[in-house]
């Protein structure tokens, strides 16, 4: 595999290849098997995969949550060198490289901006919008693969390229989990030892409240993930929202659920100091 942090590098492998088409597969590092999932099926759809690898500061809406995210770029290239081809390549651009000017673009997603994730974390998906937009702006993928896992974050991908006419295949892809159920991800290795151990209880929860829901309503499944989510010590409920995987249109009642549409629980949970968030389709 290459590896290059200029976007010349990146263009010249990429035209030296001759290979389309290309997959992209964006990410902020500190790999695990999660991501090692979305570099594999983009090996298996394309002859080129392009994997970034970039810490992007403009997501971030707390200071010391982009100062505390964890960067392990060695062990990164190990990962992607035992998954990786030899046209395929690793972009890993310092900050001025992607933004040499402050990025001032605004972008607006409709319901998907008024729900979940982008209430707590104001201006979040904005910097999602800036950087894979600019991501496809310099690769210019065929297809471009993100986890299920960040669910509100994959609908507003879907509508960034739905509004910007990109002609990109976006590609959901499956939640990796470890052995108790806890959803794989870069913050889990952030996580104290106990609470790592209480952190099983997220998914464990959210497979109850889907089956609960069969007999009872959403105000009691609300409130029993709360109950379940709070018992373990420095556990505290974020939300926990039912929702359809288009609008993300939060639903109160059972009644309003439409036969035709899916529709998913999304959970956010503070584990001690560390934000996670999980789903399940209900
Ligand atoms: O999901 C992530 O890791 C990031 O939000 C992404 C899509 C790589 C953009 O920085």
């Given at each position: 595999m290459k590896v290059t942090d200029t976007i010349k590098g990146l263009r010249k492998h990429i035209s030296d290849s001759g290979l389309s088409p290309l997959a992209l597969v964006p990410t902020m590092g500190a790999l695990h098997n999660g991501h090692i999932s979305l570099v594999?099926?983009?090996v298996g759809e394309c002859p080129i995969t392009v994997v970034s690898i970039f810490v992007n500061p403009t997501q971030f809406n707390d200071k010391n949550d982009l100062k505390n995210y964890p960067r392990t770029l060695e062990k990164d290239l190990e990962m992607l060198g035992k998954v990786l081809g030899e046209h395929d390549v690793v972009f890993t651009?310092?900050?001025e490289e992607m933004y040499p000017e402050e990025d001032r673009r605004v972008f607006t997603f409709g319901n998907l901006d008024n729900v979940m994730e982008a209430v707590h974390r104001p201006g979040h998906f904005n910097g999602v919008a800036q950087i894979v937009s600019r991501l496809f702006e310099i690769v210019a993928p065929d297809i471009a693969i993100f986890g299920l896992k960040d669910f509100q974050?994959?609908?507003?991908?879907r509508e960034l390229v739905k509004q910007t006419g990109n002609k990109v295949r976006i590609i959901g892809s499956p939640i990796i989990r470890e052995k108790d159920g806890l959803a794989m991800s870069s913050r889990n290795m952030l996580l104290e030892p106990a609470i790592r151990k209480d952190a099983a209880i997220i998914y464990k929860t959210i497979t109850s409240a889907a089956a609960m829901l069969q007999n009872s309503d959403i105000p009691e499944t609300k409130q029993y993930v709360k109950n379940e989510i709070e018992k373990p010590e420095n556990f505290e409920l974020i939300y926990f929202e039912i929702v359809d995987d288009e609008q993300l249109i939060p639903i109160?009642?059972?009644?309003e659920m439409n036969k035709n549409m899916k529709y998913f629980g999304c959970i956010a949970v503070k584990a001690g100091n560390i934000?996670?968030?999980?789903?399940?389709?209900?």
């Open positions: 594999e099926k983009a651009p310092p900050v974050q994959l609908a507003v991908i109160k009642s059972k009644r934000r996670l968030i999980d789903n399940v389709e209900i």
